[in-house]
């Protein structure tokens, strides 16, 4: 795909950061041509993609920069993908479109925005997320406060936390810092966009009721001043307290290098970027443990409850006064920022540009579809595993770490997805992760829950199949066998164990894999909370439809058993589909629908002989 991406870079502060650190991400990546639209060409000059200047002279231009000379410039370049790095869209696209909401701090905190910014995002986030096809979030929190405040499907909208990438301080920089500035020996850093919502004064006031400056040490302000605020502390700064304003990347790397701890009064947060940069730097963090901060400081820093003075300085005066607590926490803080990258930023948004749909052999083709989708076309029908294995090929190709499943005629409900993941996440052993199957038509009844393996007639048996939704199935378990309808695959499972058997083409593959997956050591595990539903079973789909599975499920049995059962559970099988196939044809004889039992038997025969299926027979060639 040809992606344009719309990156304001020249106004300091956390997006333009995002927008540089994902271009240069996904470029790294590579394949797809990248186009960005940008104030500030020379940020991606180096990055071998395609750029073009839409000059910004002040913030107070961005209405026209997005809304007038980006359609324009859009259609004129061709992209066939428009993201929005910086929480709005065009009112204009001729394209399809993904935007990045940083958070909703414009409605958390109105007052703490100047009023043209105010309006202008209050005007225009609204209709940006409605155009949308996809949202990004930086963090869960932000995701929820989409969630809340906007009427959007779930699925539309993602979380995926920022990278955090600070150069090493240039050699001579730091003492150059101290230099510059008059910088003794113990430094405490607050970082970020100086404007009333980030609390600055607080900071300013903890400082000095810790007693910082009698303790020694400096308390530094760096970041962009918002245009329009002037914070009263900037006339007369306490003992100890120096303004720097705003720092380019090799002088804020130098503040980190100088600085053993820093501090955050903000509570509401998107993301936290300047936190976690200084927790990579090695800094002992003390913040307001509300919004996203719990999500990217963990248990690596000091978090107090709210942004309240009295307890900032508390805080603050134990970090101070313990070298071995600020080196405790330094470590722990490096170990956990190194968790944020932003090469598995850019991995995650590329596979939201990327959403991918297999059109298996469709008659008509698929075609174009709305949403912004890679469709593998098989010019054959491959069946349920061929199929399968196309996508998840794909998937692993651009390097997911998790890979749903699902049948066309399933239907992930809310929160089914995290729930799976947060299983899988829970446990490096888990290759899979199962749901709780409804059926559409009914849901407080199951269409299945998970299955055992059993050697009889049919060889597996289908837990909860029908039964009314209750306690017998809301624990977490596991289990022989999930559901093929929706499953959630760990990548480094599918790498270990290998793709689906085609050899199955339809019905029992999914058995076969968790079969492989157990027998490995993994685990295969039916998750409660995450919920799905199915339409039909038995003859949904019509004759044809029963006539397929009749055939495979019973010549699948016969492949199934060669390749895991031990003798005397072969012998158990033998035993059961020497005594009931003969007995259900003398039954269905007269009524005359003999004829699915003759397909169970063919495809046993066929299975015993190695014979091809007859795909044309049953309409699937």
């Not at 980030?198 to 000095?208: D, G, L, S, T």
């Amino acid at each position: 795909m040809r992606i344009g991406i719309g990156a304001v870079a020249g106004i300091l502060g956390g997006p333009a950061t995002y927008a540089r650190q994902l271009v240069g991400a996904l470029a790294r990546e590579g394949g797809h041509e990248y186009v960005v639209f940008t104030d500030l060409p020379d940020a991606f000059a180096a990055l071998g993609v395609e750029v073009v200047h839409v000059p910004l002279r002040t913030p107070y231009h961005q209405l026209g920069w997005d809304h007038v000379r980006l359609p324009r410039l859009l259609a004129a370049r061709r992209v066939d993908l428009y993201h929005g790095t910086k929480n709005v869209l065009p009112w204009r696209l001729p394209v399809r479109a993904v935007v990045t909401v940083h958070d909703l701090a414009v409605y958390a905190c109105p007052e703490t925005f100047a009023w043209p910014q105010r309006v202008h995002l209050r005007l225009l986030v609204p209709p940006s997320v409605a155009r949308a096809t996809r949202v990004i979030a930086d963090s869960e929190h932000a995701r929820g406060d989409l969630l809340a405040r906007f009427t959007l499907a779930p699925g539309r909208v993602v979380a995926i936390p920022l990278g955090v990438a600070l150069p090493p301080a240039p050699a001579g920089a730091v003492e150059g810092l101290r230099r510059r500035y008059g910088l003794g020996a113990q430094v405490v850093a607050c970082v970020g966009t100086v404007q009333p919502r980030k609390h600055v004064e607080r900071v300013i006031e903890a400082f000095v009721a810790a007693d910082g400056a009698a303790r020694g040490w400096d308390l530094v302000i760096a970041g962009r001043l918002r245009p329009g605020y002037a914070p009263a502390w900037l006339e007369a700064l306490p003992p100890g307290v120096r303004w720097l304003g705003p720092l380019a990347d090799d002088a804020l790397a130098a503040l980190y290098a100088v600085a053993e701890v820093a501090v955050s009064a903000s509570e509401y947060e998107g993301f936290g970027l300047t936190v976690a940069e200084a927790m990579a730097s090695g800094c002992a963090v003390v913040a307001v443990g509300a919004s996203s901060i719990p999500e990217v400081v963990g248990d690596a820093g000091v978090l107090v409850p709210r942004s309240d003075v009295s307890l900032l300085a508390a805080a603050l005066a134990r970090v101070l006064a313990e070298p071995e607590t600020r080196a405790a926490l330094g470590a722990r803080g490096r170990e956990r920022a190194a968790r944020f990258t932003w090469e598995a930023t850019a991995r995650r948004t590329r596979q939201v540009y990327e959403d991918v749909v297999v059109d298996n052999g469709a008659r008509p083709p698929l075609g174009a579809l709305a949403a912004p989708v890679v469709c593998l076309r098989s010019e054959e029908n491959l069946g349920y595993a061929g199929g399968a294995n196309l996508g998840i090929a794909a998937a692993l190709e651009r390097g997911a770490d998790t890979v749903l499943l699902l049948n066309n005629d399933a239907r992930v409900l809310p929160g089914a997805t995290a729930a799976a993941v947060g299983v899988l996440v829970s446990d490096p052993r888990v290759a899979v992760v199962g749901p709780k199957v409804l059926a559409r038509e009914d849901p407080s009844r199951l269409w299945l829950a998970w299955g055992r393996v059993t050697y009889r007639q049919s060889l597996v048996a289908l837990c909860g199949a029908g039964e009314p939704d209750g306690p017998p199935f809301a624990r977490e378990r596991d289990v022989e066998w999930v559901a093929g309808c929706a499953m959630w695959l760990r990548a480094g499972a599918l790498r270990d164990l290998g793709l689906l058997d085609e050899a199955f083409f339809a019905y029992h593959e999914e058995v076969d894999w968790c079969t492989r997956a157990r027998s490995a050591g993994w685990r295969v595990v039916y998750c409660p909370a995450a919920v799905v539903t199915h339409t039909g079973r038995g003859t949904a789909g019509g004759p044809a439809s029963v006539h397929i599975r009749k055939y495979f499920a019973a010549r699948n049995t016969i492949l199934f058993a060669r390749k895991h059962a031990p003798l005397a559970a072969r012998m158990k099988l033998a035993f059961f589909l020497a005594t009931t196939l003969p007995l259900q044809l003398v039954w269905h004889w007269p009524r005359g629908t003999a004829g699915d039992v003759w397909l169970k038997i063919r495809g046993v025969r066929d299975a015993l002989l190695g014979r091809r299926p007859p795909f044309e027979a049953l309409g699937l060639r």
